[in-house]
């Protein structure tokens, strides 16, 4: 980890150039609203992240970097705006310089190039939430469980672990896919197998005993059993030729699929066909299903009334919200439709498959009785079949492929009953073989089907290793998963509340969080005086939400970090915290923090006051910003750089810079001057006074405590 | 990687290694992608589930 030396920030933002020594210590910004401190903010986010998080966010359409990066007067000119932070690395001490140039906001320069430091830097860069604003604090609190549970594993970098889980869900539907398919073509195998041996049912003792007649006939040894792998044919001097023929079986096989034919139907189809009805009956379902992925990517970017995904202004928040969530939750019901869809679908492509697998011996036996019209028909049937079941894999190709399927479910070939018939004609018309042709021929046919039969239940015992692999792996992981979190949540709870306990101890000292992940939410619950746990928004004031909030901050950038946790900007992000309640959050820093260099911006004079009382900065780590003009940018109190930067006007012949920057100053310390005095100023609800106005009452002033010395020395 | 991915990784490793469903070289294979994350993809996950189980039967 690094921390801050000192930075330089020229012709950025608001800032035209402006040094600030940081001496690697903690460090108060303070300033009236529009001073320019979160010009310094801004530079270093920009330094450090090559981004500009403010710029980049929610609600900042057509705002990019390259052009409202760079001071306004120098908008054409990103070449000219940079900022140098000279940064210490936390662990060898090295010290480095790094350049970043908003023309070339992706690379930086180092001096020294200190690969070490590079790597420091390269962590930084990976942690913007190091630069933190009270507008990213408070969405932790009043953000709604699904967004809260978003936005904070961004911030742990914990959205790649989901991306894992997806992986390996993935896998295991389709090791689960494989399984099914695999069991089908198994199936099929052994349907084919009991035809040709014309069993109900493939038990040893029946199989043996078809097998052993048949090799009898032969003049072949029994087998006494059935091991893997077995041979019928084992003995025989060679098997049959292709061209024989069991009639009896390929009787059975295409009675098979005169069954099938007859029935015509698929099982699975009329569950498809009501579910693909429901879907195409409701346009909004199916809309909602096309739009799920960028609602549920939208939901979690809306931080303003104007919508993240079309840009439409929104009279209110929450209605928004409650719009996407609609949506959202109708796309929900779509979702589970598209899934029993896809689940019938594959139903009726395994059934397909399946018929597939019946047609194919007729092809063989009409090749074999040379009917080249049936071959020909067959083959083409057997490749609807197969281009149909892969038709039926995506959404879109399922809904197109549901209407041929209702009107022609099993794609038949036209006069498929006559064709069926001729082969079975045709066969029957084969002169019967003699006893010994037609044994050779079936225990052929049965070692060809068995040695297939074998080769599926391989396949199925693989499809069967993998799909249990796979789903070892993926409850693995869901078990570490959920377990880590919920470690790493009961962790983060207990120290939100430990944390806000400190601050609060005075009025809350029993307080207690819960941070709950339940499905894709993270429900946090907080205690209010001891009356039970509710939403943060229900009952505390916004005071003590900016609390809770950069409690919950703490709580996961050390878990978030570690040791690792030494540096962060905090961007005004107690404003609404009163001020006892500062002093202890002071203390905060100080006990639980002490080695993290915090860079913290405040309007709240008394607040940067704290800060110095409590020992979280010393007084030179501390810059007051007075003022802010556009030619001059912050006027900080630091005298000698403000005359140095009138001189480089001057010597630029920018005599109106110059002038600008010397009336600001002056109005600045006038300002001050009255004030220590207590000169007088005529009232002005615009809190904003000229350098005549300023001059007025601090001479007059002046005079008076003058005159009255005089009168008392007198 | 960060610290907390770190440790529900390892944590699934371990998890895992207690399963007798995953042969040794799945494994083998998972703990180098879980080490380089970039490898861990769909595609490289079900090359490997499906190679080092079926070898594991062979």
Known sequence: ?714 | MAKIEDEILQGFLRRLSESDKVPAETMKGLTGMVNEPDRLRIGTVMALIEHTTGEALA
């Not at chain 1, 072949?220 to 025989?236: A, K, N, R, S, V």
């Not at chain 1, 403000?642 to 002056?666: H, K, T, Y």
């Not at chain 1, 615009?686 to 350098?691: A, E, K, P």
Request: proline content about 4%; charged content about 25%.
């Open chain 1, 1 to 714: 980890m690094i921390q801050v030396e000192d930075i330089r920030i020229v012709e950025f933002r608001g800032i035209r150039d402006l040094k600030i020594s940081f001496g690697c210590d903690s460090y108060s910004i303070w300033g009236p609203n529009g001073s320019g401190k979160s010009g310094v903010v801004d530079a270093l986010d920009f330094a450090l992240t090559g981004d500009v998080s403010r710029l980049t966010g929610a609600g900042s359409g057509g705002v990019t970097l390259a052009k409202h990066g760079p001071h306004v007067s120098r908008r054409d000119d990103p070449g000219s705006a940079f900022v140098a932070v000279t940064v210490r690395d936390t662990s060898t001490g090295d010290v480095a310089t790094m350049t970043r140039c908003v023309k070339t906001p992706g690379a930086y320069t180092l001096d020294p190039d200190l690969p070490s430091l590079r790597a420091s830097l390269s962590h930084v860069e990976q942690h913007p939430e190091l630069v933190l604003s009270r507008r990213e604090i408070i969405k932790f609190i009043v953000a709604e469980s699904a967004k809260r549970a978003t936005e904070i594993q961004s911030l742990l970098k914990l959205e790649r672990l989901g991306e894992i889980r997806s992986t390996f869900r993935s896998a295991k539907s389709k090791t689960a896919a494989a399984l099914k398919a695999s069991g089908t073509a198994e199936k099929s195998a052994q349907q084919a197998l009991e035809r040709h041996f014309d069993l109900p049912a493939l038990a040893v003792s029946d199989v043996l005993a078809v097998a052993n007649a048949k090799r009898l006939v032969l003049g072949l040894e029994p087998l006494t059993d059935i091991d893997d792998p077995t041979d019928f044919t084992i003995g025989l001097a060679e098997p049959a030729s292709r061209a024989s023929l069991d009639k009896a079986s390929a009787g059975r096989d295409v009675a098979a699929v005169l069954v099938v034919a007859e029935a015509g139907s698929l099982e699975s189809l009329e569950e498809l066909q009501a579910h693909v009805g429901t879907l195409e009956e409701d346009p909004q379902l199916l809309e909602s299903l096309k739009t799920r992925n960028l609602v549920e990517s939208g939901l979690p970017l809306v931080v303003d009334e104007r919508c993240p995904l079309c840009d439409k202004a929104w009279n209110d928040l929450g209605e928004l919200t409650a719009h996407l969530e609609a949506k959202r939750d109708r796309s929900a019901d779509a979702a589970r439709l598209q899934t029993d869809i896809n689940r019938s679908a594959a139903g009726v492509a395994r059934e397909l498959r399946s018929v597939e697998k019946l047609v194919t011996p007729l092809i063989r036996v009409a090749r074999q009785l040379d009917l080249a019209e049936t071959v020909s028909e067959f083959e083409e049937w057997s490749q609807r079949l197969v281009t149909r079941a892969g038709a039926l894999s995506t959404l879109d190709q399922i809904r197109e492929t549901c209407p041929a399927l209702v009107t022609d479910p099993l794609c038949l070939p036209d006069a498929s009953a006559s064709l069926l018939d001729g082969l079975t004609a045709a066969i029957d018309a084969v002169p019967d073989p003699s006893a010994t042709d037609a044994a050779r021929t079936f225990l052929t046919i049965a070692q060809e089907r068995y040695a297939s039969l074998r080769a599926t239940r391989s396949q199925q015992a693989k499809a069967q290793a993998a799909d249990d692999a796979a789903a070892a792996i993926y409850d693995s992981y869901c078990g570490a998963l959920d377990e880590g979190l919920a470690e790493l949540y009961a962790t983060v709870q207990d120290r939100l509340s430990e944390f806000y306990r400190f601050i609060n101890s005075d009025d809350e000292g029993d307080f207690k969080a819960s941070l709950d992940p339940v499905a894709q939410r993270l429900d946090l619950l907080v205690d209010f005086h001891g009356e039970g746990l509710f939403p943060p928004v229900a009952y505390h004031s916004e005071g003590h939400q900016d609390g809770m909030g950069v409690c919950l901050y703490l709580a996961l950038m050390e878990q978030l970090l570690g040791d690792e946790f030494r540096f962060a900007v905090l961007d005004d992000v107690v404003m609404s915290v009163d001020v006892n309640h500062r002093r202890q959050f002071c203390a905060l820093l100080t006990t639980y923090f002490p080695d993290v260099q915090f860079i913290i911006t405040t309007h709240d004079e008394v607040w940067a006051r704290q800060m110095q009382q409590s020992g979280l900065v010393s007084k030179p780590h501390q810059s007051r910003f007075l003022s802010w003009s556009v030619e001059t940018g912050p006027v900080v109190m630091e005298g000698s750089d403000f005359w140095d930067r009138i001189d480089e006007d001057l010597d630029g012949d920018d005599v109106s810079s110059a002038a600008a920057r010397l009336r600001r100053n002056v109005e600045a310390r006038l300002a001050e001057i009255a004030e220590q005095l207590g000169g007088m100023v005529p009232y002005r609800s615009s809190g904003s006074w000229d350098l005549g106005e300023y001059m007025n009452a601090v001479k007059g002033r002046y005079s008076k405590l003058l005159g009255r010395a005089a009168s008392a020395a007198n």
